[in-house]
């Protein structure tokens, strides 16, 4: 299988167009379009549909796209293989904030003391982790909860407690509903508090949302307000 005809249809789904490729990248549209379609005569399917230059992806092209990425990570991992200049190998490594906060440091010095190899790391939330994952942007996660994907494979390294944080005064002068300080809508934190605010019908709003636990701290010690953490993260910020 021709790596530039890959490389051709990869870059088509990224910037939708043949048209707008061939501006961005120095290529010819005629010799584009051929590689297109020799590539999908090679497959014996219809990789796009044109609508006058737009150009959108059948779903046999959504099917082979995650293999054609894994084709051309396998190609350039094994043309540098007897490179005397060859540099180390790179294990894509991503985890959530909390994890990096709180864990990420000891892992890797760990590792990278028992393996040579390069640790490429990528730190976002739950969903955008486990999305690329999926889309082999990422070779391995450490992340929080077990993920929903079936083709995922997962082991189990450690537990977290979840706790509501809040100042002393809170409680004492709120009743019934609750203003909550809590993670972004993807982060497992934000998955399980609203899966426990549901399940318990207790009543409250969301006042605030932040992409990290100190922030969330913080906010709840200057406003006594009440929010969800883990339990490592308030011994790491309040010892």
Known sequence: MNIDRINMFLAVCIHGS????????????????????????????????RTGRT??????????????QALIQANERASSVFKPDASLPVLRVGCTVTIAT???????????NLHHIQLQITVNNVATIKESVVNNN???????????????SYSRVGTLDLVYVASPSYLQNHKGRYHLLTREIGS??????????YDDKIESIISW?????????????WRTWRRCSSKNCCRRLHS
């Open 18 to 49: 043949i048209s707008r490729l061939c501006r961005g990248v120095i290529r010819h549209q005629p010799v584009v379009s051929q590689g297109i379609k020799e590539l999908e005569l090679e497959l014996n399917v219809k990789l796009f549909q």
């Open 138 to 152: 990422l070779d391995v996660a450490l992340m929080e909860g077990v993920p929903d994907n079936d083709t995922l």
């Open 102 to 112: 709180y864990m990420l440091p000891e892992i890797i010095t760990h590792f990278e």
């Open 188 to 197: 497992s934190y934000r998955k399980y508090m609203d899966r426990i605010i």
């Open 55 to 68: 150009i959108t992806p059948t779903q046999e092209a959504l099917q082979f796209y995650p293999y054609a």
């Open 209 to 221: 949302t932040a992409n990290n636990n100190e922030t969330l701290l913080h906010l709840c010690d």
